[in-house]
């Protein structure tokens, strides 16, 4: 269950960074975000704040499951990529003149829900009822770009949204690598470059 999932992780986070690279406004904004990110979360220890509240629960629980590492990588799996941010998007924008007068294109709701309900199922089996707290946060993250494209009209800007799939990708393979046994990337260390490309396109628009 373990190689599987390390390896879909792969699959899944190649096919989110590579074809995104191409469109990028900024080809090195990716490698930036990853260092600084890194760098940031390094200081904070992120990784090692995890790990050994990880190792709290599972003495109280008296197994040597990883499950939080499991949480943080479903939660990649589930927020990054194009369902998962264009779908509220889509949604709230289809539907910005309200119930009555034009029906909410959901489709990218749906699709994204369908291939998380496959992906739940193999973590749950593989890291446990932990997987359940995924949820609430799926439906903050994609609750927050519904109301940015409901209050701000056209959404998350495109190079935006790019970039951010371009580095969870990476996030998403280094996870899998991870998962493999190959390599320990210290994931959640990285998880602040996520943050990156979002300062980034709000000085720039403040600044134009």
């Not at 539907?95 to 959901?106: I, K, L, R, Y």
Request: proline residues 4%; glycine residues 10%.
């Amino acid at each position: 269950m373990f190689n599987s999932l390390g390896l879909a992780c792969l699959v899944l986070g190649a096919n989110a960074a590579l074809p995104n690279m191409a469109k990028s406004e900024y080809p090195v904004m990716f490698i930036l975000s990853l260092a600084i990110g890194g760098l940031i979360g390094t200081k904070m220890d992120l990784s090692g704040r995890i790990d050994r509240l990880n190792a709290r629960l599972n003495t109280k629980r008296k197994t040597e499951n990883n499950s939080l590492q499991g949480l943080v990588t479903g939660l990649l799996l589930y927020c990054i990529g194009s369902f998962s941010i264009v779908g509220p998007v889509l949604s709230s924008l289809s539907d910005s003149h309200g119930w009555a007068f034009n029906e909410p294109n959901n489709t990218f709701l749906y699709t994204n829900a369908t291939l998380d309900l496959v992906t739940s199922a193999v973590l749950a089996a593989s890291y446990g009822w932990i997987m359940l707290l995924a949820a609430p946060i799926l439906f903050c993250w994609q609750g927050l770009f519904y109301l940015i494209a409901y209050f701000f009209g056209d959404g998350m800007p495109e190079p935006m949204r790019v970039e951010l799939t371009i580095i969870g990708g990476v996030l998403i393979i280094s996870s899998g690598l991870g998962i493999l046994g190959i390599k320990d990337c210290k994931t959640v260390n990285l998880l602040p470059s996520l943050l990156v490309p979002v300062i980034f396109y709000i000085i720039k628009g403040m600044i134009m």
